[in-house]
């Protein structure tokens, strides 16, 4: 069989490997790993983000008194992932298949050497033809500092590892064109990363289990079809949809972002990911807005930049808001704030933030 990729990463909702009572649904584990499986047989490259560990937990514990949110989350995630990776493992143990758990924080992203650690570690486990179990670590994870859900996350490891597609499989067959549940909303199937029409028709509506819901599932899909990677948004309710999606003759209706030609570098895919590391502000004004925006490649010169807040040092990402307010990017600078600001709006050639280590976020 033909495969449209050999390289992926596939991210799981809870709501797909739980049942309505709460409880994991173990014949779904089961299926997606013998999908699994199927591919990394043969040869596809294949990296697994799975929520589930707090619906998990939470079906296993009575608890004796009323938890705030934090402590709740913490007993669940820590109980509820022990389970639901034990059943990972069992059933690609089945297969002959040996699988690892990975559990990260946003914090083991922080700056380029721990961003490299992680890739190293992911590149290691698949040299070795294990396949990585990715969830947040729930259990440590600082409200704050949390990712927005696991498709953020899976977005990021799909990045980093240069997958060719980001699978993302839900409880929903694709993002339809009007509320889901009128019989009139149709699947779109496919969507240009400069289309953004679509957008108004997702909901703040979010399925029983999940914690971003559709909004964060669209704008993560959209980030990564810029950088040059496929988003497919399926149901991870249907049988084979793994197979189906990878086979180069698959029918699937579902949604699909198609990948921008032009492939983002490395440096760029990380600071792309690297906002809530930022340690100061750069405000702009009008004009270095519209050059930054405009199609050619443009760095941001002190001249353009009217205020700079903060303490930051050479190398620490920055954050770029026009004069508005509104965050229009980030990147890294190359001056600290207080070289920024004896120079502020001089002619200084040397770019604060150069354009090979700056990310813009287009409307
Ligand atoms: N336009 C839309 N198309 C599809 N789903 C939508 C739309 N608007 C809101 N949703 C909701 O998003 C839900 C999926 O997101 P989420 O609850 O985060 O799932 P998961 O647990 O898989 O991450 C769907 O079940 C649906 O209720
Ligand atoms: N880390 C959490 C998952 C949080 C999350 O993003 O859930 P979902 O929106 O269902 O993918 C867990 O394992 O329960």
Known sequence: MNFNYRKITVKVGSNVLTKSDGTLNVARIAHLVDQIAYLHKKGVEVILVSSGAVAAGRSELKIQRKLDTVSSR???????????INRYADFFREHGIVCAQVLTTKDNFADRDHYLNMKNCFTTLLENKVVPIVNENDTISVTELMFTDNDELSGLIASMQNSEALIILSNIEGIYDGDPSLPGSKIIEEIGTKEKDWMK?????KSGFGRGGMLTKSSIARKVAKEGIAVHIASGLRDNVLIDILRKDGQLKHTVFKPEIRKASNVKKW?????SFAKGELVINQGAKEA??????????????????????????VKIMDERGKLVGWGKAQFSSEKALQELGSKNQKPIVHYDYLYLIED
């Open 271 to 275: 600071i792309a990911y690297s906002h």
């Open 292 to 317: 930054l925006f405009s199609p050619k490649a443009t760095s941001l010169l002190l001249i353009g930049v009217t205020e700079v807040k903060g303490l930051f040092q050479s190398g620490d990402i």
């Open 201 to 205: 028709n997702i909901s703040m509506q």
């Open 74 to 84: 913490q007993l669940w995630s820590a109980v509820g992932q022990v389970k639901l």
